[in-house]
């Protein structure tokens, strides 16, 4: 097994992010990607479609490496409002699941003052490994 998702005993479970990620294998970063198409031009105002179009460029960086969403091990996302991830939760976990999928990498959100571009609402940054041997899907027990 090459990443295994890590919970301490006796803790609460982590609900859409694991607490930790031990993984072996070849690292792929991605910088820090908005809302914008490969254009970049912004299509919509709306946060959850601008979290969607983000985890989208994630993905298509990703490939780029030959890594694929359930390689990801961490995900650090910048939001210019907080009150307005919460209010878009199950927007933003509908897009997650549907561009991601299940896998729940090891995650941290800040609010932050500005985004580099003045139209952004969320900007995320990820981590991936790719299992030694290439292609190796991942395990490992989130309890």
């Known amino acids: 097994m090459s990443h295994d998702m890590l919970h301490p ?19 792929v970063f991605t910088g820090g990607m908005v809302g914008w198409n490969g254009d970049c031009v912004f299509e919509s105002e709306d946060f959850a479609e601008q979290t969607a179009q983000a985890l989208r460029n994630v993905v298509e960086v990703l490939a780029c490496a030959g890594a694929r969403p359930e390689h990801l091990v961490r ?43 003045d139209r952004a609402k969320v900007e995320i940054e990820a981590t991936a490994v790719i299992p030694q041997g290439g292609d190796a899907r991942l395990g490992g027990d989130r309890t």
């Open 9 to 27: 005993k006796g803790w609460k479970p982590a609900i859409g992010y694991s607490n930790g990620v031990a993984a072996e294998g070849r690292m």
């Open 75 to 117: 995900l650090t996302w910048y939001v210019t409002d907080k009150r307005e991830y919460l209010g878009n939760l199950k927007k933003v976990g509908a897009f997650y699941k549907q561009i991601i999928g299940r896998h729940y990498p090891a995650m941290a959100l800040v609010q932050v003052v500005a985004l580099v571009e």
